[in-house]
């Protein structure tokens, strides 16, 4: 069960999640703006809507989490989007980090290997605010070569190590944030391609998500 009615309570108590994000050191305000006006509750279930405000991550089923919103906040800082860009984001999940880059107006392409997160947001609450988001289910580590090249990549899963086929879809430019690690903590990395094999990297905080997968799951 859902509930979507978002009156002052929910528009206070986000307002008080940006401040806790920005106390944290996220200093982007477009970013903090994306978070204050997408209402996090409507992607939990209605159990989690007293708590949806705590910066906290959430189960949404099949074994899976809404990331918390600081991580949201922190990976879409790294990518440094710009409106009309074209991000490939692995991972959908809940759908929230798409909500988050949309309203940073970006052209979205997200990919989910669970079929059941993937058919959830089938029925996306947000179909029509957010139509710069478009939907694949399939194996995150193939990305999309039909739509590649990507101005961006953002991975929302934990990767053992760098997956190629993403790297070889970005752009010359291009910037992928990814956690990167095999154990329960990973470490964040920013990826820029500068020339077709050629990549600098920058090392960031520890993090802790759920695995990266390989292939589809019915
Ligand atoms: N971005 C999501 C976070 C979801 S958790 C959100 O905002 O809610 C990570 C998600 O990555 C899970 O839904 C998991 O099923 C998915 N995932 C893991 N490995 C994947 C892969 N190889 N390809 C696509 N999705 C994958």
Redesign the pocket.
């Known amino acids: 069960m859902r509930s979507y009615i978002d009156d002052y309570k929910q528009k206070g108590l986000r307002k008080q999640l940006v401040d806790t994000i920005r106390s944290k050191g996220i200093t982007d305000e477009n970013v903090l703006t994306a978070i204050n006006n997408i209402p996090r509750h409507f992607?939990l279930d209605t159990a989690f809507e007293g708590i949806a405000y705590e910066d906290r991550a959430f189960p949404?089923g099949?074994g899976?989490?809404?990331?918390q919103p600081y991580t949201?906040a922190y990976q879409s800082q790294l990518l440094e989007v710009r409106p009309m860009e074209k991000i490939l984001?692995?991972?959908?999940?809940?759908?929230?980090?798409?909500c988050v880059l949309a309203e940073l107006k970006a052209n979205v392409y997200?990919?989910?290997?669970?079929k059941k997160?993937f058919d959830a947001n089938k029925n996306f609450v947000f179909k029509n605010k957010y139509r710069n988001i478009r939907f694949f289910y399939?194996?995150?580590?193939e990305g999309l070569p039909t739509y590649a090249p990507f101005d961006k990549v953002i991975v929302?899963?934990a990767a053992p190590s760098l997956p190629a086929k993403l790297l070889q879809q970005l752009k010359v430019g291009g910037k992928m944030v990814i956690p990167v690690g095999e154990g329960d903590v990973q470490r964040m990395m920013r990826i820029t391609k500068l020339g077709d094999e050629d990549f600098s990297t920058e090392i960031f905080d520890d993090f802790s998500?759920?695995?990266?997968?390989?292939?589809?799951?019915m």
């Open positions: 992607f949404i099949e899976q989490t809404i990331s949201v984001e692995i991972g959908t999940g809940s759908a929230y980090q798409a997200t990919i989910e290997r669970q997160l399939g194996d995150g580590y929302t899963a998500f759920v695995p990266m997968l390989a292939g589809k799951k």
